[in-house]
């Protein structure tokens, strides 16, 4: 099949097995690969139908000046797609971004502003979203998309991503385990699998020092999972349970997940695999044999720099550095020498 665009090849992502994770939790475990999307990310998929949505409805133009709180990947995707339309945008990120998300967003056409300064929670969001009202009060004719509070954010996978899981799957879910930010894609999913199976249960899963469940703040280095504020578009109602990991556990998946199952991807999706082990590590869910569709939201090329770098690994979480790199050539080498 020919594509026109490189907007209709959005979704349609596979629901892959996880052969390791499925024996380990006791469970039949389907990753939701949404790194195969066009910028390598979930966030196509809300970004486009957000901007497209303000199109139809005349709230934007080409004249209009696009403005966007993101931690990276949504950035990349609005960039995108504001490069598609002819419409200027400006990413407003922080000093979390990784050098590759700030590239592409560039190389993209939209502008990039890096806030520094963290907010009381010991994350940057509030910050962020405080540069983002200055630039809409001061420029009159700008469209903020705001991703944390616009119902079209999980109304796009609502009609993409649950929909995928739900036929993907034949129509059997007992759990679905997703990250949480924006909140976008844990509520469209949660809504559509609950409209068609009452009984599923969604999980979300979180760092801890992000405040979306109530835990307490703290710094936070993975971008794209947790939150300092709780998402206007979040609804607690739809969430069954929750679990949070730490970062290093998150990072400790990333890299397990290349070892058993040579799948790279984001720190969200180590986040959401921690969860799942962590979930079913309960004397009660083991042996149950459940159908557990997990998000993976992004890949992991654009870590190179961070998850997946020796020094970027050992500045952050130092007792990682052995577990990975001690059987390294250059570990084994350095210990012939010695």
Not at 16 to 30: I, Q
Not at 36 to 42: A, F, L, M
Not at 158 to 175: K, M, N, P, W
């Amino acid at each position: 099949m020919i594509y026109k665009d490189l907007f209709e090849v959005i979704g349609g992502t596979p629901l892959l097995r996880l052969a390791a994770l499925s024996r380990a939790s006791g469970s039949e475990v389907y990753a939701k690969l949404e790194g195969q999307n066009p910028t390598g990310s979930v966030k196509d998929r809300a970004a486009t139908y957000i901007l497209e949505s303000a199109l139809r409805l005349g709230l934007i133009d080409h004249s209009t000046l696009v403005i966007e709180s993101t931690s990276g990947n949504f950035g990349v995707a609005l960039a995108n797609a504001c490069r598609h339309y002819g419409i200027q945008c400006i990413c407003i990120c922080d000093a979390n971004v990784t050098p590759m998300h700030r590239f592409l967003i560039e190389k993209l056409g939209a502008d990039v502003e890096v806030i520094s300064e963290t907010d009381e929670a010991g994350g940057y969001l509030n910050s962020r979203l405080q540069r983002v009202r200055e630039l809409l009060d001061r420029y009159p004719r700008s469209f903020w998309t705001n991703q944390y509070a616009n119902r079209n954010n999980w109304m796009a996978h609502f009609l993409g991503t649950g929909r995928e899981i739900f036929e993907q799957a034949e129509g059997r879910v007992d759990y679905l385990f997703s990250a949480v930010s924006s909140g976008g894609t844990i509520m469209g999913c949660a809504r559509y699998l609950k409209e068609k199976l009452p009984d599923v249960r969604v999980i979300a899963a979180d760092v801890e020092g992000s405040v979306i469940f109530g835990s307490a703040p703290k710094a936070r280095f993975i971008p794209g999972v947790g939150s300092s504020r709780v998402p206007e578009i979040l609804d607690r109602t739809l969430v069954d349970d929750v679990v949070h990991v730490s970062e290093q556990e998150s990072v400790r998946e990333c890299h397990r997940l290349v070892k058993e199952e040579g799948i790279l991807v984001g720190g969200s999706a180590g986040t959401v695999c921690a969860a799942i082990r962590a979930y079913f590590q309960r004397p009660e869910r083991q042996g149950r044999g459940a159908v557990v569709a997990a998000v993976f939201a992004d890949r992991g090329d654009r870590y190179f720099q961070t998850l997946y770098d020796r020094s970027w690994v050992s500045a952050h979480y130092p007792d990682l550095e052995a577990e990975f790199w001690a059987n390294s050539v250059e570990a084994r080498t350095e210990g012939a020498v010695s």
